[in-house]
């Protein structure tokens, strides 16, 4: 295999001492978090984080629910179920992912480099969960749960009364402006692979400029299109969750 082309960012073999630390877990296997850091841009440098990724998604859901169904043992699936919306769509992990300092680390080819991959949304949720994904094979369920409740603890404490459904308020608070019309979703976009797509859905209310939102699923995104809007229009504060 000839050398890969990147932009110099963290190789194979570099210095994880920094990062594992962060991660709270001593790798037994480093080129496991080498994978989750290492995006398809870059020529010739092996597997990439894709499949990482699409583990350590289901890893986060299940750490997620397990946390709210014990931290929340009254509350419904009615009010469950928008924490959890929350606190796993890709604009959270992306939080997470500058908190921990992983954009510095991955592996880019140099086109992405140029681009600003570092920052991009998208490339940090799909990261934090590659990195998730490396912790549970390495570490098991414990070693992924240790970073979870690190980086997502304040925001699985958060006050209910600001997870209220996005939807059911824009709706609530429309009706309220005097908007007789229920918001109307459409998807306008639909990236990446099938395993882990991306969607992009627009909500339109009567007499507002629209508003996007981005999530693995038209649910979640459509979730994200309509507090985009309530923080927008300062319905909501923008206050991270």
Same mark, same amino acid.
């Given at each position: 295999?000839?050398?890969?082309?990147?932009? =110099? #960012?963290? %190789?194979?073999?570099?210095? $994880? !001492?920094?990062?594992? *630390?962060?991660?709270?877990? /001593?790798?037994?296997?480093?080129?496991?978090?080498?994978?989750?850091?290492?995006?398809?841009?870059?020529?010739?440098?092996?597997?990439?984080?894709?499949?990482?990724?699409?583990?350590?998604?289901?890893?986060?859901?299940?750490?997620?629910?397990?946390?709210?169904?014990?931290?929340?043992?009254?509350?419904?699936?009615?009010?469950?179920?928008?924490?959890?919306?929350?606190?796993?769509?890709?604009?959270?992990?992306?939080?997470?992912?500058?908190?921990?300092?992983?954009?510095?680390?991955?592996?880019?080819?140099?086109?992405?480099?140029?681009? =600003? #991959?570092? %920052?991009?949304?998208?490339? $940090? !949720?799909?990261?934090? *969960?590659?990195?998730?994904? /490396?912790?549970?094979?390495?570490?098991?369920?414990?070693?992924?749960?240790?970073?979870?409740?690190?980086?997502?603890?304040?925001?699985?404490?958060?006050?209910?009364?600001?997870?209220?459904?996005?939807?059911?308020?824009?709706?609530?608070?429309?009706?309220?402006?005097?908007?007789?019309?229920?918001?109307?979703?459409?998807?306008?976009?639909?990236?990446?692979?099938?395993?882990?797509?991306?969607?992009?859905?627009?909500?339109?209310?009567?007499?507002?400029?629209?508003?996007?939102?981005?999530?693995?699923?038209?649910?979640?995104?459509?979730?994200?299109?309509?507090?985009?809007?309530?923080?927008?229009?300062?319905?909501?504060?923008?206050?991270?969750?």
């Amino acid at each position: 295999m000839g050398t890969p082309v990147f932009d =110099g #960012g963290m %190789t194979a073999r570099g210095d $994880l !001492a920094a990062l594992t *630390e962060r991660l709270g877990h /001593a790798f037994s296997d480093p080129e496991l978090l080498v994978r989750a850091l290492t995006h398809a841009s870059v020529q010739g440098g092996g597997e990439t984080y894709q499949r990482l990724e699409f583990l350590g998604d289901r890893v986060l859901g299940l750490v997620v629910a397990d946390a709210l169904f014990r931290m929340y043992p009254k509350a419904d699936e009615g009010e469950l179920s928008p924490r959890f919306t929350r606190l796993v769509r890709r604009e959270t992990c992306a939080e997470v992912a500058r908190e921990a300092d992983l954009g510095r680390h991955i592996r880019l080819g140099p086109g992405e480099s140029t681009s =600003g #991959g570092r %920052t991009k949304d998208a490339i $940090l !949720a799909d990261v934090c *969960e590659a990195v998730m994904g /490396a912790l549970y094979v390495d570490g098991g369920l414990e070693a992924a749960r240790g970073f979870i409740e690190r980086y997502w603890g304040d925001r699985l404490a958060q006050k209910v009364e600001r997870l209220k459904d996005a939807k059911t308020a824009l709706q609530e608070w429309a009706h309220s402006q005097g908007h007789q019309r229920t918001p109307a979703y459409r998807e306008v976009e639909r990236a990446g692979p099938d395993h882990a797509p991306v969607f992009t859905v627009e909500v339109q209310v009567e007499g507002v400029r629209p508003a996007t939102g981005q999530g693995s699923s038209k649910r979640i995104a459509e979730q994200s299109a309509a507090e985009a809007m309530l923080v927008r229009e300062r319905v909501w504060k923008g206050a991270k969750p």
